[in-house]
């Protein structure tokens, strides 16, 4: 079974900066998926970033990067330049063999201008 | 906007009633997925159909049941509903269903049961 662990509740952040929100996996599968979304206030869920565990190279999506560490089993999130409209729960999400894709409890991100 | 479709948007029925949730995927997609969002639990698997017929099953309770129909759409029922059903029920699509397929998301059915 897989578990993801995210372990900042929430987080406040100044307009402009960077913000790295914590990953932590568990998986026993030779191979996996690990995914980033965004859910604002409004409700929907909003892809943000994918990385593949035999990706060689970190995976990055205009403000959004990718730390993955596989040995440590960590996928940390980067969001370069904060905007205000990034303040939403960010959710940490792994598949793997048994095609679930597990969420982690989620991150409260608060953006201050 | 990801291209997946749920309709209704909202739902506000009674205990022990049953509803039927919609999902049309995106253009292209034969992976339909389900999941459930509640404060306590989090977000939770429900069920994953793939061309029809179904690929994998999380944590859906037998009083459940999604299909999967030719034209590809999905519809996830709830039958014999109580107050801990409400929740957040989204769904997802994705081209191939493989396990690093990125799964696109529905904007939502938001389901109270009073």
């Known amino acids: 079974a897989q578990k993801i662990t995210q372990t900042q509740p929430g987080m406040f952040v100044q307009e402009k900066e960077a913000v790295t929100l914590d990953c932590t996996y568990d998986?026993?599968?030779?191979?996996?998926?690990l995914f980033w979304y965004k859910q604002p206030s409004s409700g929907e869920m909003i892809f943000l970033i994918y990385q593949g565990s035999y990706d060689q190279q970190n995976a990055t999506e205009g403000r959004y990067s990718l730390n993955f560490q596989k040995a440590r089993k960590s996928a940390n999130l980067v969001i370069s330049a904060s905007q205000l409209g990034d303040s939403a729960m960010y959710f940490c999400?792994?598949?793997?063999?048994?095609?679930?894709?597990?969420f982690g409890a989620g991150t409260t991100v608060t953006v201050r201008a | 906007d990801s291209g997946v479709t749920q309709t209704p948007k909202h739902l506000i029925t009674a205990t022990g009633q049953r509803v039927t949730l919609r999902c049309s995927p995106r253009s292209g997609d034969l992976s339909v997925y389900w999941y459930q969002q509640s404060l306590d639990q989090g977000l939770q698997f429900l069920i994953q159909?793939?061309?029809?017929?179904?690929?994998a099953k999380g944590n859906i309770l037998e009083r459940f049941s999604a299909q999967q129909f030719p034209d590809l759409h999905s519809e996830l029922n709830l039958s014999s509903l109580e107050l801990g059903d409400s929740a957040l029920y989204f769904c997802?699509?994705?081209?191939?269903?493989?396990?690093?397929?990125?799964?696109?998301f529905g904007p939502g059915t938001r389901l109270t049961v009073l």
């Open positions: 997802a699509s994705s081209p191939s269903g493989g396990a690093l397929d990125t799964q696109y």
């Open positions: 159909y793939y061309n029809g017929e179904e690929r």
């Open positions: 999400a792994m598949r793997g063999d048994d095609y679930k894709l597990s």
């Open positions: 998986t026993s599968d030779p191979s996996y998926g």
